[in-house]
């Protein structure tokens, strides 16, 4: 095996990296168990005794084991008190996340962990059925037991001082993050967004996507699929393209990257969607420098926000931009033949921008999806601090859904039982989803700035000025920032809400003809489509 560390650094740094090389070697086996039970395994290998269930728990468990011996304890301590090694700034950040990830790993319990496994299992299984069957009444007992416990992990990681339970949650997820300073940049994103979502819904705007629903077959969609992330910059020489249920990213190992997609919606552009969506996972994982510290913090993902920035950035500022259907739309002819033959750039623009306010927040346009994860940010949060109580959860839900997106929430399995994460204790995850879309387009800004011929170079098919300034800026880096230091060293300011908008309101008042946005991207030559705006349900 290839030493990850050179030979210049002392004993205690090369074996740590070799360990911490080890134990990420044994978890790929688990990342392709994983992979492989969502794409090709046969259904029945799953439950047996000895089967894939227990496979994966047997690896996990060694996984585990390892990351937190006290040989890697020991060695880490050697580390922190080595002044020459921390003298080197990119080592001292390793290490500094070494010891975040060795504390996270050893602050819990064995008891606690094997009780959120077991009763998170349980939990699932409940939120399932009660969904099917609109009985929120059926779950609520789990949750309440899945919060207590969640409750008792934060306590174990230790609430930062003047800080609430919930920071402790949300630090997992996106280190150093707290959720007031969440609540900072969500609460003037809520009534910007709030606001533009009321005028494009009173719009007589028709805005559609009909003329993507072509029937295309899943064949075709797969190839054009292809076209579209090797173009891109996804490396099919390291990666592949597959098929689930559920899209998904699996950065497994060095050279090794495997995304998932899925078909059958109407709209060519939902798969095509998920498609970018993970190839921009997956080129963050290919971005990262695996090669020399695979198993290191120096190769891994920032935070969930940032790689969803990445994932977001290649869905919707690209896959949603005309420069990009300039490109896309006579490679997508090509494949679908006579079924596009009339479609025009104005059009699958227009059809990749429909804005209209639906319950479920996976199938959200880019505008009100921020909507639905405030929402569940500001819910999540009263109830890990006990100011809101799980019998009162499906009211203040509906309440807000009446709130912020003007709807009325037929019921709890369209509600508050349509998310899989509180289940199992996700608690701190959901702001992740809109944290990456404020990155996105902060980046973005500075992104334009320093590759300003970037629209010409996208609708000739050219992403390679774009792939190679994140990966420059942001993959090369693996965790040796956190991500509100990236955010600043990159663009020059801390986080904010006013990118995101400028973006929102700079596309899509044009689209929707409304006024106070003709300066970006307006385009008199649109031409409405087929079907008529509506609230609908998605
Ligand atoms: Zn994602």
């Given at each position: 095996m290839a030493k990850s560390a050179s030979s210049k650094h002392p004993a205690h740094y090369t074996r740590l990296c070799d360990l911490l090389r080890e134990a990420a070697s044994i978890g790929a086996v688990g990342s392709l168990l994983g992979w492989d039970q969502e794409t090709y395994m046969p259904h029945a290998g799953a439950a047996m005794p000895g089967g894939r269930a227990d496979q994966s728990s047997i690896i996990s468990g060694i996984?585990?084991?390892?990351?937190?011996?006290?040989?890697?304890?020991?060695?880490i301590a050697r580390c922190e008190a080595d002044k020459n090694l921390l003298g080197d700034s990119r080592i001292a950040a390793n290490i500094r996340e070494m010891r975040r990830d060795y504390d996270l790993a050893t602050?819990?319990?064995?008891?606690?962990?094997?009780?959120?496994?077991?009763?998170?299992?349980?939990?699932?299984?409940?939120?399932?059925?009660a969904r099917a069957k609109n009985r929120f009444k059926d779950f609520k007992p789990w949750l309440e037991k899945m919060l207590d416990l969640t409750r008792q992990k934060a306590k174990c990681y230790g609430v930062p001082k003047g800080g609430e339970v919930y920071d402790a949650l949300l630090d997992e997820y996106e280190p150093g993050m707290t959720a007031r300073e969440v609540e900072g940049i969500f609460t003037p994103l809520r009534g910007r967004l709030a606001g533009l979502v009321s005028e494009i819904v009173a719009s007589k705007a028709k805005v559609s996507d009909k003329c993507t629903e072509i029937?295309?077959?899943?064949?075709?969609?797969?190839?054009?699929?292809?076209d579209v992330i090797k173009a891109l910059g996804f490396d099919l020489n390291a990666g592949r393209l597959d098929t689930t249920a559920h899209p998904f990213c699996s950065g497994m190992g060095p050279g090794d990257t495997r995304l998932t997609t899925r078909y059958g919606k109407p709209s060519i552009l939902e798969a095509l969607g998920s498609t970018m969506h993970e190839a921009g996972h997956g080129m963050y994982e290919q971005g990262l420098p695996k090669g020399t510290h695979f198993g290191q913090p120096l190769a891994d993902a920032i935070s969930l926000g940032i790689h969803e920035s990445q994932s977001r950035m290649w869905e919707?500022?690209?896959?949603?931009?005309r420069a990009f259907w300039q490109w896309a739309l006579p490679v997508a002819k090509k494949r679908f033949g006579a079924k596009l033959a009339k479609v025009n750039v104005d059009q699958m623009y227009a059809a990749a921008n429909v804005v209209q306010p639906s319950f479920i927040r996976v199938e959200a346009?880019?505008?009100t999806y921020n909507l639905h994860i405030m929402i569940r940010?500001?819910?999540?949060?009263?109830?890990?601090?006990e100011d809101l109580s799980v019998s009162d959860l499906p009211g203040t839900w509906n309440a807000m859904y009446k709130e912020y997106l003007g709807l009325k929430v037929p019921s709890d399995t369209l509600g508050c039982l349509q998310d899989v994460h509180w289940?199992?204790?996700?608690?701190?995850?959901?702001?992740?989803?809109?944290l990456g879309n404020l990155y996105a387009a902060q980046f973005w800004v500075q992104i334009s700035r320093d590759i300003p011929d970037l629209d010409k170079r996208m609708a000739k098919g050219d992403f390679a000025p774009l792939l190679a300034w994140l990966r420059k800026n942001i993959h090369q880096h693996g965790r040796r920032y956190r991500a509100a230091e990236l955010c600043q060293r990159v663009t020059g300011r801390p986080l904010s809400a006013d990118p995101l908008m400028?973006?929102?309101?700079?596309?899509?008042?044009?689209?929707?003809?409304?006024?106070g946005g003709a300066k970006a991207g307006a385009k008199a030559a649109f031409k409405p489509a087929r079907r008529a705006h509506a609230m609908a349900m998605a």
């Open positions: 996984v585990h084991e390892r990351r937190t011996s006290k040989e890697i304890g020991d060695l602050k819990l319990p064995t008891s606690l962990v094997s009780e959120l496994a077991r009763t998170g299992s349980l939990s699932q299984d409940a939120w399932k059925d029937g295309a077959s899943q064949a075709d969609q797969h190839a054009f699929g292809h919707n500022l690209v896959g949603r931009s346009d880019e505008a940010f500001a819910i999540e949060r009263a109830l890990i601090s289940s199992f204790g996700l608690i701190g995850y959901f702001p992740t989803y809109t400028a973006y929102l309101e700079g596309k899509l008042r044009p689209i929707y003809g409304l006024d």
